[in-house]
């Protein structure tokens, strides 16, 4: 396999922060990679050395086998970019925007294409192309900058935060989109806070934390989302779980008392039962089973949470 993304060694300090030490990537051809991270980890500082929009302080990166310092527009034609922080305040109308960055990219394929190009994205992702960009709502801008970017099917898409803004219905479109992409060729790589994303999307998948690579493979066997929060409310034991004795506080306490992975565990008695929060490390089952011991009246087991996943498997005191 070739790299479509090949960094070595990246280094870029601001004064005195680092936003990136010693960064090794390769990003395979064809493949999606997602580069997850806690906020200021240094995804978007990564991204934007791969497009020349700031250079690196040490290091190299290649992409599409150029260096992007000296490659520049007919690299980035072979390029979709999704920006981080996409500001669209001109009066044009989406369909006058987009046809203008078509006619930049100017890759030899008719307008006519770009249009239908345009105009079927539109349509899979629900914006209205005929409003001066400015009036659209966070969201829908967001749905104009992934139209430029996918519209001339580069190589490679580099995104940032692809979905930041976008519901869930259009979220599970964009997922698609990228997966679309990989099976006609292209390399996506994308960056976000939200693993259920990732993994949805992503063959590999690297994690930066404070501008460093703490872990690089795929996303199952790096066991990121082993760390979720759970929340129940609790109401009397069923019969015959009945500890000797005991409030019912005490019995969700020695109820749970054994099961594994089970932390930072908050127990409150109120009107309504025992609620009970806290994260679970690792597999979920021992602890429905000894929830089960009593009667649920709710339980919430939320998504994975990155932060608290990075945090786990590096420890939170920074051994990182
Ligand atoms: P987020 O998820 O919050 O967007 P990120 O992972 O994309 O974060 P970066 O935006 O790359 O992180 O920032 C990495 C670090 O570099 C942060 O500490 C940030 O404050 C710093 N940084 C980024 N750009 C600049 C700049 N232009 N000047 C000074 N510091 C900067």
Redesign the pocket.
């Known amino acids: 396999m070739t790299a479509a993304i090949e960094t070595v060694g990246l280094h ?1 300090h ?2 005195r ?4 030490e010693q960064l090794s990537l390769t990003v395979q051809q064809g493949t999606v990679f997602g ?1 997850i ?12 050395t791969m497009l020349d929009i ?1 250079r690196p302080s040490g290091g190299t990166v290649r992409v599409l086998g150029e260096d992007p310092r000296r490659a520049g527009s007919p690299l980035r034609r072979r390029i979709g970019y999704l920006p ?1 922080e996409l500001r669209l305040e001109g009066r044009l109308s989406g369909h006058r925007l987009l046809a203008f960055y078509a006619g930049v990219s100017g890759d030899g394929r008719s307008l006519q294409a770009s249009k239908q190009s345009i105009n079927d994205l539109a349509d899979r992702l629900g914006v209205d192309l005929s409003k001066p960009v400015r009036s659209l709502s966070k969201g829908n801008k967001q749905k104009i900058g992934l139209i430029q970017a996918f519209m001339h099917r580069p190589e490679l898409l580099i995104l ?2 692809p979905t930041s803004g976008l519901d869930p219905l259009i979220q599970r479109e964009f997922i698609a989109m990228v997966r679309e992409a990989r099976s006609a060729g292209q390399t996506v790589l994308l ?1 976000s ?1 939200m693993l259920s994303e990732i993994q949805q999307a992503a063959d590999d998948v690297a994690v ?1 934390a ?2 460093r690579l703490v872990a690089e493979g795929d996303v199952a066997s790096l066991r990121l989302g082993a760390v979720r929060r759970v929340r129940a409310l609790l109401g009397a034991m069923n019969e015959g779980a009945k500890h000797a004795g005991g409030g019912s506080l005490e019995d969700v306490r020695r109820g749970l008392a054994g099961v594994p992975g089970v932390e930072d565990w908050d127990l409150s008695l109120g009107a309504a039962g025992v609620a009970v929060s806290g994260t679970i490390n690792g597999a979920i089952d021992p602890l429905v089973k000894a929830l089960a011991a009593f009667e649920v009246r709710e339980l919430a087991i939320e998504e994975p949470d990155l932060e608290e996943s990075v945090l786990h498997m590096y420890g939170a005191g920074g051994a990182i």
Not at 17 to 20: M, S
């Open positions: 870029k601001y004064g922060t680092t936003a990136l580069l991270g806690p906020n200021g980890a240094g995804k978007t500082t990564a991204l934007r700031i981080g940032d935060e960056s806070h930066l404070a501008g």
